[in-house]
């Protein structure tokens, strides 16, 4: 069975404060792993794809990197605008398309002025 | 373009009525998707639908029922309300990309 771990569950930063959110994977064999961002009322947004060990995507103050057990999403000097919660979701290389892809719990970034 | 729009936003249900929520999508996309996100345990799939015409379980199907109505429209649907339905729904729709775009969500408490 597919697992998403992230840590840490909660994330406090002083602005300019830069820090690394972590995501732990188990999968029978990956075909990609995702990064989205959801703020409080709304549904998630995509911000990145990941497909193989040492690939790296940056978006803004974003950088999101991927070995072969886990991904961290890089924030570098936060401002209080990236303050949500911040999804991992994989999809595992034996499932049809995209169809089915497994979601951590997230983590709650706070980013304070 | 509206994406993804969901109704309604909020709804209250006593325990074994029925309801429907309404999930629509104006970007032409093929697969549409059901999830429910709850406090601890991530979003997970309920049903999905590849395509206009086909529908599948996902993880967590029991007690729901779904209809592809047009490539544009999937509905959820409610028979029997129970308190453990209480959730927070959001629809979803990709093209053919891993992307998906999720609609605000539709705020369900089963008293």
């Known amino acids: 069975e597919d697992q998403v771990t992230q840590s840490p569950e909660a994330l406090r930063l002083q602005e300019g404060e830069s820090s690394s959110l972590n995501c732990s994977y188990t999968v029978s064999g990956l075909r990609g792993l995702f990064w989205y961002r959801q703020d409080p009322g709304k549904g998630p947004e995509f911000l990145f794809t990941l497909y193989s060990a040492g690939e790296e995507k940056e978006k803004e103050r974003l950088k999101a990197t991927l070995t072969k057990k886990e991904s961290f999403l890089h924030i570098t000097a936060p401002k209080p605008e990236d303050s949500a919660t911040y999804l991992c979701?994989?999809?595992?290389?034996?499932?049809?398309?995209?169809?089915?892809?497994?979601f951590g719990t997230g983590t709650k970034l706070q980013v304070i002025p | 373009n509206a994406g993804v729009t969901q109704t309604p936003k909020f709804q209250v249900l006593k325990t074994g009525q029925s309801m429907t929520l309404q999930c629509a999508q104006d970007m032409n996309h093929n697969s549409m998707y059901w999830y429910r996100q709850d406090p601890g345990m991530g979003l997970r799939l309920i049903y999905y639908?590849?395509?206009?015409?086909?529908?599948d379980k996902g993880e967590v199907p029991n007690g729901y029922n779904v209809s592809r109505l047009n490539k544009r429209e999937f509905s959820l649907r409610l028979e029997s309300a129970a308190p453990s339905q209480t959730s927070v729904y959001f629809c979803?729709?990709?093209?053919?990309?891993?992307?998906?775009?999720f609609g605000p969500g539709t705020r369900l408490t089963v008293t």
């Open positions: 639908s590849a395509s206009e015409g086909t529908t």
């Open positions: 979803a729709s990709r093209i053919q990309g891993p992307e998906q775009y």
């Open positions: 979701a994989v999809q595992a290389g034996d499932s049809g398309g995209y169809q089915k892809v497994t």
